[in-house]
């Protein structure tokens, strides 16, 4: 089995930076993608960024593209989404996952955290 814990959430005047963490316990996720997801109050969980096991080859989904960046450690089992000019639109809660195959759908994803709250505010 596979724990993920999400970290590094809060609260931030919009235009500041957030870097959230992901670490990983269990068994290993050597070949697996790490995604980042977030989610508000009656809407569907949506993709934010995927990275490759090697860290080679990430996505970006567009609204956050150029802000965000996604990175990984794979000695510390850990991967960050480092946000920078947050918008109050980036409200939401964040999870991390993991994923077997490169994909963006939250059903592909085989392991989830249980989330860490960011709040950008105006």
């Known amino acids: 089995q596979v724990q993920l814990v999400e970290s590094g959430g809060g609260l931030v005047q919009a235009g500041g930076s957030l870097r959230l963490s992901c670490a990983a316990s269990?068994?290993?996720?050597?070949?697996?993608?790490m995604g980042w997801f977030r989610q508000t109050p009656g809407k569907e969980r949506e993709f934010v960024a995927r990275?490759?096991?090697?860290?080679?080859?990430?996505y970006y989904a567009d609204s956050v593209k150029g802000r965000f960046t996604i990175s990984r450690d794979n000695a510390k089992n850990t991967v960050y989404l480092q946000m920078n000019s947050l918008k109050p639109e980036d409200t939401a809660v964040y999870y991390c996952?993991?994923?077997?195959?490169?994909?963006?759908?939250?059903?592909?994803?085989?392991?989830w955290g249980q989330g860490t709250q960011v709040t950008v505010s105006s």
């Open positions: 990275i490759s096991w090697s860290g080679g080859s990430t």
């Open positions: 996952a993991a994923s077997p195959v490169s994909t963006v759908v939250a059903q592909r994803y085989d392991y």
């Open positions: 269990g068994r290993t996720l050597r070949g697996y993608y």
